[in-house]
């Protein structure tokens, strides 16, 4: 399984666009690389899935570059709601797409 | 859609008892569902990976026998944690998956033993 890295904490501001970069250099050819959040005492909440490219939902946008080798999850004009852990994580989706959790980012948001 | 219930989401009980957290998928069938458990201010610990209809899978440094996993149908799997000590007492998560789709988590179990 692929390890990630990411950033341990983040600051920002309200109304501003929050990019949080992960790295992944042993990403797998079948691999997929999904973004959770989690706020305390709650299980994670799915936000965002790619394999390449850029994947953009109603909530964020997910920037994978041509190497995989790491991923970046933009939240756009951020709210004081989307103070969280964000965990980015590897899988293969095809093998019952276990995932390991890494350390995540704890994003704070400020008025 | 994609919606995974856990109960209870809180229980106390005295140390020595057994006590029985159910996962749900419920407008889902989840061909496999995920234990995990995590600490204070830590990130989730992955325990188990139970599919249904057979045995779970144990992530090394768990103990079968302490924590045993249940997922006899494609909706509900149980974690019972036996015997459970002051040092069990945590956050427990389970997630469901179905396919290749994403897990989807529960809202998870806040166990303390007294």
């Known amino acids: 399984l692929a390890k990630t890295t990411q950033p341990i904490s983040m600051d920002s501001y309200e109304g501003q666009e929050v990019n949080i970069t992960c790295s992944h250099n042993?990403?797998?050819?079948?691999?997929?690389i999904t973004w959770y959040q989690q706020f305390p005492s709650q299980g994670p909440r799915f936000i965002i899935q790619?394999?390449?490219t850029k994947v953009t939902n109603e909530v964020a946008s997910l920037f994978i570059p041509a190497d995989r080798k790491s991923s970046t999850l933009s939240l756009p004009r951020v709210s004081l709601s989307d103070t969280a852990v964000y965990y980015c994580?590897?899988?293969?989706?095809?093998?019952?797409?276990?995932?390991?959790f890494g350390s995540g980012t704890r994003l704070l948001v400020r008025p | 859609g994609a919606v995974v219930s856990q109960h209870p989401s809180r229980v106390i009980c005295k140390s020595g008892t057994s006590v029985k957290i159910e996962c749900r998928s419920l407008?889902?069938?989840?061909?496999?569902m995920f234990w995990y458990r995590q600490f204070p201010k830590k990130s989730l610990m992955l325990m188990a990976t139970?599919?249904?209809?057979?045995?779970?899978?144990?992530e090394q440094g768990v103990e079968k026998d302490k924590f045993l996993i249940n997922h006899a149908s494609l909706t509900l799997s149980t974690l019972t944690v036996t015997s459970a000590h002051p040092e069990d007492s945590s956050f427990y998560i389970c997630?469901?998956?179905?396919?290749?789709?994403?897990?989807?988590f529960g809202d998870g179990t806040r166990l303390s033993i007294l």
């Open positions: 997630s469901a998956t179905h396919g290749n789709q994403p897990q989807h």
């Open positions: 139970s599919n249904e209809g057979s045995k779970a899978t144990y």
């Open positions: 407008d889902f069938q989840a061909t496999t």
């Open positions: 042993n990403i797998a050819t079948n691999d997929y």
């Open positions: 790619g394999y390449k």
């Open positions: 994580l590897v899988g293969d989706m095809d093998s019952s797409y276990k995932l390991i």
